[in-house]
């Protein structure tokens, strides 16, 4: 069924440290179905965006990865795809949907606004998303090409495979600093994510 070992792919089931073997072969199943059914949750700000589209499309097709369910809502999602670069004013917008993702989870960061800020290097942009969320991997281009992406994508696979249950700081949330100028206080993300921010919240204060 496509789990046979083989020792040049590192999905040899083996005892790591102190870990029974028992314990050893139920990460490796888990680590596997994990896997091969990631459910991405695209967070598109550019161009980046166009060619993720491209490789969900029918000559690249993410199905094969068992990623074809586009999950539009953070909690049915555990792969955060950012594709394209973040202002500052979309810096705690991320910072929540990643929140609000379920663990386990993942990010990748596509493209070279999204992991340095790129060609933007101004104080309207975020010089890299890694500064607000933890990223897996980053997929370097500008843009890059959805074969590009694909790579980051099995790049992903490997590291969930080497996953372990026995250790205790995978799962560990980054907590933002409140005195940083990226801290913004919950009740006030609501109005700036919707649709049309300004003109509500001019309605919401009576102006």
Known sequence: MGLSPR???????????????????????VNWSRAKSLWPMPFGTACCAIEYMAS?????????????????SPRQADVLICAGR?????APVIRRIWQQMPQPKWSISMGAC??????????AVVQGIDSIIPVDVYVPGCPPR????????????EKIMRERSADTALR???????????????P?????????????HQQRSGL
């Open 7 to 29: 020792p040049e792919s590192g999905l040899v089931a083996q005892q790591h440290g102190d870990e029974p073997w028992i314990t050893t072969r139920l990460d490796l199943l």
């Open 56 to 72: 969900a499309a029918s000559k690249f097709d993410l199905a094969r990865f068992g990623m074809e369910r586009q999950s539009f």
């Open 86 to 90: 973040v202002p500052f004013k979309l």
């Open 114 to 123: 999204a992991s340095t800020g790129g060609m933007f290097d101004n104080y």
């Open 146 to 157: 959805p074969e590009g992406l694909i790579y980051g994508i099995m790049m992903l696979h």
């Open 172 to 186: 560990a949330e980054m907590e933002p600093d409140p005195r940083s100028q990226l801290y913004i206080p919950p």
């Open 188 to 200: 006030v993300i609501d109005e700036i994510s919707e649709p049309f921010g300004n003109s509500v």
